[in-house]
């Protein structure tokens, strides 16, 4: 059997974040750990962005400065960067947050973040751009969010 590394952030801060060591308040010293987490949502390296997306997303309270920084995440060049954007800003801007999941959906794949989104918004209109994901695939993992985010979506 082979052991994979766990998936990590190579910066220490960001462990901090996700290990919630880390102050993200209106302190002077929660603004500036902000600070520094919104800027990592744009480093060069994709890792990076990916962790510090989804840590503000998570972690980031509810204010127009981060939502304005996972508008511009939503814009990432990487696919999983966008969707842990756009699932943090489902409980900051819903009516952006679908746009993006539309947008998103429109394409040829999907990833988990996304599906994420989608079942929180549960949304009838998603319906008909979640059904091409519906075919069965060799993950049943993402076949029961698919399956999940359609039932959110077809009871709203």
């Known amino acids: 059997m082979i052991e ?15 290990n919630e060591e880390v102050v993200l308040d209106v302190s002077d010293f929660g603004k500036a750990n902000l600070q520094l987490l919104i800027q990592l949502t744009r480093d060069a390296d994709r890792s990076t962005r ?4 989804m840590l ?6 509810k204010i127009d400065q981060v939502r304005d920084a996972l508008l ?6 990487d696919e999983i960067v966008k969707a842990e954007a756009i699932e943090g800003l489902v409980e900051r801007d819903r009516e952006k947050a679908l746009a993006l999941v539309k ?5 040829e794949s999907v990833s988990v ?33 698919v399956d999940d985010a359609l039932k959110a979506c077809r009871t709203d």
Do not use: M
């Open 72 to 77: 511009a995440a939503a814009e990432d060049e």
């Open 50 to 53: 990916d962790w510090a997306t």
């Open 103 to 107: 947008r998103e959906l429109a394409s």
């Open 4 to 18: 994979q590394e766990p998936y990590l952030p190579a910066s220490s801060f960001l462990n901090s974040v996700a």
């Open 113 to 145: 973040p996304l599906l994420y989104a989608a079942r929180e918004l549960a949304d009838q209109s998603l319906v008909p751009l979640l059904e091409p994901f519906a075919i069965p695939s060799d993950d049943a993992y993402i076949d029961g969010l």
């Open 56 to 61: 503000l997303a998570s972690y980031g309270p």
